[in-house]
């Protein structure tokens, strides 16, 4: 009796719970119409954001375009842009994904939905008032953290709203085992209200000395892509792969190293980004070290992933999910492995001030956690409407232009990034120079820029395709 006890519990432990078809179709009814104003808000600044990026990025290279008004300048495009891919688009969808996930796993269906409709719609005001503010010139100047206070207020109160229904969902769990997407996604959403809230009560809501503020800004930026972005990416991992593939965590101990590896060294790694900068040597070192051990979780993570996607290659073929996913985790490697060079102090002297830098972030926020949040997509979006996606083609081109795209971006930032940072320590090369060395990997920036916007475009048909079926559908049951 006590081994089919432990039996139980350790499958329990290791694969996402079954769900009653009525349970599910409460859950997924409850969740259609937030998560439908989640994807749409979410996708929508996502091309906009794309497309200011490419408008950004072109004007690296070529400065005289659209240099008239001043609401166009690259001082002010490129904030915007990126402010509206990191919120606008991965932090929305990301959240809107999770609490349908956190909902599945607590076998819960959502109640008392209007305030967080209302919770939505004030993230999105609060992105679109906070973005024309930064066009007109009243930005906060804190990299990540440009929009206004009020408009940064309003972001955190919504936030803090839509946590309450994280928190209800995990009180009201049917299980009281707790499955290991569920420890990312809490850990997540526990730690974004507190770095976003310390980084602007310090940086933009109050005022701190000037040598203070580098290690606190790199302190959330590290954070950013380390303690909200990657438990919500890891998390969606953990649950989309055993379900397609039918399978089970491989090594749950794996699974706990990876976890709490990463709470433990994730908060200090943002530091290193600091080397040879005017702080103390400890908070260097100590960045650094953590930057290092973050190869353990990833390689605790990785391993098990690979182990769960073992003899399943057949359905990372078929699965527009599965496949989205698999390139999300070959992305995480990429990112861990570049942080990991980027932290030897001799490899930072030279790229510290080059597109190598940049390359990072985009390969976390475009390759990383994007890729993961489109498999979610295309994993949810048929459960929830009950209709499949529409166009096989549309989602072969969404998958290669976007791989193909990212794939070419980070290239020429990295390697570009290297060749800048070597110019840069010849005393002989002129700045000048340096530029020109920088400019064909920088129109290859532009040209995957270009690539992305075709493939988010076809991810937008998409979903524009199968909400029409879905309102044809309505109408004939109507009828």
Not at 298 to 310: D, E, G, P, S
Request: some cysteine; charged content about 5%; overall charge positive.
């Amino acid at each position: 009796m006590n081994s089919i006890s432990r039996t139980q519990s350790t499958i329990n432990l290791t694969e996402p719970a079954p769900l009653h078809s009525v349970t599910r179709a409460a859950i997924d009814g409850s969740l259609r119409f937030p998560m439908a104003l989640w994807v749409r808000g979410s996708v929508f600044w996502l091309l906009v954001g794309s497309l200011l990026s490419l408008v950004a990025a072109f004007k690296l290279v070529v400065p005289s375009f659209l240099d008239g008004p001043s609401f166009l300048t690259y001082g002010r495009l490129f904030p915007v842009a990126t402010d509206l891919l990191l919120y606008g688009w991965a932090t929305q969808l990301g959240i809107g994904v999770s609490l349908w996930l956190m909902a599945r796993l607590c076998g819960s269906p959502l109640r008392h939905t209007s305030l967080l409709t209302c919770a939505i719609i004030l993230w999105n005001v609060a992105i679109f008032l906070g973005s024309l503010a930064i066009l007109c010139g009243y930005s906060t100047s804190v990299e990540w953290l440009e929009y206004p206070n009020w408009a940064s207020f309003l972001l955190f109160l919504s936030f803090l709203l839509i946590g309450v229904w994280v928190v209800l969902l995990f009180s009201v769990r049917q299980s009281c085992v707790l499955y290991v997407s569920q420890w990312y996604l809490l850990a997540a959403f526990c730690s974004f209200p507190w770095i976003y809230a310390t980084a602007n009560r310090l940086l933009t809501w109050g005022v701190i000395e000037g040598s203070a503020q580098g290690p606190i800004h790199w302190w959330y930026g590290g954070n950013l892509i380390n303690l909200w972005f990657t438990p919500l990416a890891l998390g969606l991992g953990y649950y989309i792969i055993p379900k397609i593939t039918g399978g089970i965590i491989a090594n749950y101990y794996l699974a706990i190293l990876g976890f709490f590896s990463l709470l433990l060294f994730a908060a200090w790694s943002g530091s290193a980004a600091l080397i040879g900068g005017p702080i103390p040597a400890w908070m260097m070192s100590a960045g650094v070290v953590a930057t290092v051990l973050m190869m353990i979780p990833m390689v605790a993570v990785v391993l098990n992933f690979y182990k769960m996607l073992q003899g399943h290659y057949v359905a990372i073929v078929e699965s527009p999910a599965l496949r989205f996913t698999v390139v999300g985790i070959i992305s995480y490697i990429i990112f861990t492995t570049l942080s990991f060079f980027n932290a030897i102090p001799s490899f930072n002297a030279t790229l510290h001030f080059t597109d190598y830098t940049s390359g990072r972030t985009m390969l976390a926020l475009l390759g990383f956690l994007s890729m993961i949040l489109f498999g979610a997509i295309y994993y949810i979006l048929p459960r929830l409407t009950g209709i499949e996606w529409p166009s096989s083609s549309l989602i072969r081109w969404h998958f290669w232009l976007a791989t193909v795209g990212v794939s070419l971006m980070i290239f020429s930032m990295i390697f570009g990034g290297v060749i800048e940072g070597i110019a840069l320590e010849d005393a002989a090369i002129s700045f000048v120079n340096v530029l020109s060395y920088a400019a064909p990997w920088r129109w290859l920036v532009v040209f995957s820029w270009i690539l992305l916007l075709f493939s988010y475009g076809a991810f937008a048909r998409l979903l524009l395709t199968m909400r029409w079926e879905a309102a044809s559908l309505q109408f004939k049951y109507k009828v």
